[in-house]
């Protein structure tokens, strides 16, 4: 009986120690109901949350798609406004042109005669500043040189309307009898070459060269 109490007494002691178990009470319906509401809900959630996702996902690459979309829109409007300005240049800007020369009588009392060589603006806006430089030099036919370089003799800068023709005078040294031996046999010819500077009516500068030959 002794031994009996004495291992009843250490229950309960680190020895023997005890061990309850905790029953959970059991649910209701409404708890039953409260907990599969909260499941749904949280499922809900999830697949909203990852619809949020997929939509935004889809917008971002709309809106790259709008961006490179309107950009190449936007770059090809530039250019065909760049395009149509040019065109316009082109139709309206100043054009100086050059006729064929036309052979000057040898100036009395002297060894020196020259060329007449005509140009006028045939654009349709005016030609400003405009200055001009020829010469004329004899040469072999054909060139295998290239010219001298011109300067512009011309100090005073002119202007010339749509239309406006003038002239330059280059002179030279009447040619020896050798030289036009060569010119009438085409081994030589008188070159008559220049240019003429100007600036158009959208601040462009332009230059109009000009190579011309006299032979027989």
């Known amino acids: 009986g002794s031994s009996d109490e004495t291992k009843a007494d250490e229950r309960g002691t680190d020895k023997s120690p005890l061990i309850i178990k905790v029953i959970p009470a059991p649910k209701t319906e409404d708890d039953a109901a409260k907990e599969a509401w909260q499941r749904e809900e949280k499922a809900n959630n999830t697949f909203w949350t990852r619809a949020q996702v997929v939509v935004g996902g889809i917008q971002f690459i709309v809106l790259v798609?709008?961006?490179?979309?309107?950009?190449?829109?936007a770059r090809r409007l530039r250019e065909t406004i760049d395009q149509m300005k040019v065109s316009e240049e082109r139709q309206l800007r100043a054009y100086i042109s050059i006729t064929a020369p036309e052979m000057v009588d040898k100036i009395e009392g002297s060894d020196i005669f020259?060329?007449?060589?005509?140009?006028?603006?045939?654009?349709?806006?005016?030609?400003?500043?405009?200055?001009?430089?020829?010469?004329?030099?004899?040469?072999?036919?054909?060139?295998?040189?290239?010219?001298?370089?011109?300067?512009?003799?011309?100090?005073?800068k002119s202007t010339f309307g749509p239309g406006i023709p003038s002239s330059l005078f280059p002179t030279m040294k009447v040619p020896t009898p050798e030289q036009w031996v060569a010119i009438n046999n085409r081994k030589a010819a008188i070159y008559i070459h220049g240019r003429i500077e100007y600036r158009d009516a959208f601040k462009e500068p332009r230059t109009t060269n000009f190579n011309l030959i006299y032979r027989m």
Do not use: H, W
């Open 65 to 73: 798609v709008q961006a490179f979309v309107f950009g190449r829109q």
């Open 114 to 156: 020259g060329f007449k060589v005509n140009f006028k603006n045939a654009g349709q806006t005016p030609a400003y500043d405009v200055v001009s430089g020829a010469q004329c030099t004899i040469m072999e036919l054909p060139r295998t040189a290239p010219l001298p370089s011109v300067p512009l003799t011309e100090i005073s």
